[in-house]
């Protein structure tokens, strides 16, 4: 998710509220060491235990399994969760606003060790903050009511269109969108509500979110997509946390080699 943002740095770095989780959907780890099993130390906040930051709701990436339940699941919860077992470390996650998260501020603060929250990869946030390699793939796409009569982008001037502020999805709306009056959101926690309520007419954001509401409400359509050429990665304060980034690099290439990462991509993303 490109969620670049204007964000004052200075702001960022405010305190934000927390929610954590010890041991998500794919169950808890195996009991930790101080460090990993191998022995390395990756001088973590809390000793054997991995506290990843992410902006949450956003399904299918990362979600509350229940509502009100507190426990988190979704892809990056469940890949991550998997690492850390590998790793021999409990795994916590702490809801983390994702302008602090995206200027490198929550993790230089040390917020958290990492962060997941579906973020795009770019050359801009690479000057704020270390990236993993690849994980995820993503369009962009434009999701309506499906009686609306919009058919694609042309279709949307003195249309309200929905986007999560300091994205792709918002940088491609600007760009595309001609004549429609884009409503910025903080994330798809407000915009998914807004849409049902009639307050916008169409969201344009991350092809799998939206593809997710279309899957729990078929009053609701994707009508088109966009290539944006987006690629996701988790995030590490700059210039810190070397060897947990090589690790966790190790085992993403290691889950895509022997099958693991394709079992849990296929909860999410496989047509059911």
């Known amino acids: 998710m490109e969620r670049r943002s204007k964000i004052a740095y200075a702001l960022a770095l405010a305190a934000v509220a927390t929610l954590t989780l010890a041991g998500c959907s794919t169950g808890a780890a195996s009991s930790p060491t101080e460090s990993a ?45 998997a690492i850390a077992k590998k790793l021999d470390l409990k ?6 606003n994702f302008d602090s998260l995206q200027s490198g501020a929550a993790l230089l603060a040390k917020q958290c ?16 903050i270390d990236f993993s390699d690849p994980y995820y793939d993503s369009l962009q796409s434009l999701l309506v009511k499906s009686s609306s009569g919009i058919k694609g982008i042309n279709d949307l001037s003195g249309k309200n269109v929905g986007v999560q502020q300091g994205t792709t999805g918002e ?12 409503v910025q959101y903080s994330g798809d926690g407000d915009l998914w509500p807004a849409i049902q309520a009639g307050q916008i007419d169409a969201i344009l954001q991350d092809q799998p979110v939206n593809l997710q509401h279309e899957k729990d409400d078929k009053a609701y359509k994707i009508v088109e997509t966009y290539n944006t050429n987006e690629s996701y ?30 079992k849990i991509y296929d909860t999410y993303f496989t047509a059911k």
């Not at 795994?91 to 983390?96: A, D, L």
């Not at 060790?113 to 579906?118: E, L, N, Q, T």
């Open 91 to 96: 795994i916590q996650f702490q809801v983390t």
């Open 233 to 262: 990665g988790f995030a590490f304060a700059k210039g810190k946390n070397e060897q947990l980034r090589t690790d966790i690099n190790a085992q993403l290439k290691a889950f895509k080699d022997d099958g693991e990462y394709k």
């Open 171 to 182: 940088n491609y709306a600007k760009e595309h969108a001609k004549g429609a009056n884009l």
């Open 37 to 81: 099993a191998s022995g390395k130390d990756y001088g973590l906040i809390t000793a054997g235990t991995l506290t990843v930051c992410s902006d949450i709701p956003y399904k299918p990436f990362e979600y509350e399994a229940n509502a009100g339940s507190g426990q988190y699941t979704g892809f990056d919860v469940d890949l991550l969760t």
């Open 113 to 128: 060790d990492m962060g997941a929250s579906a973020m795009t990869i770019t050359d801009e946030r690479k000057k704020n």
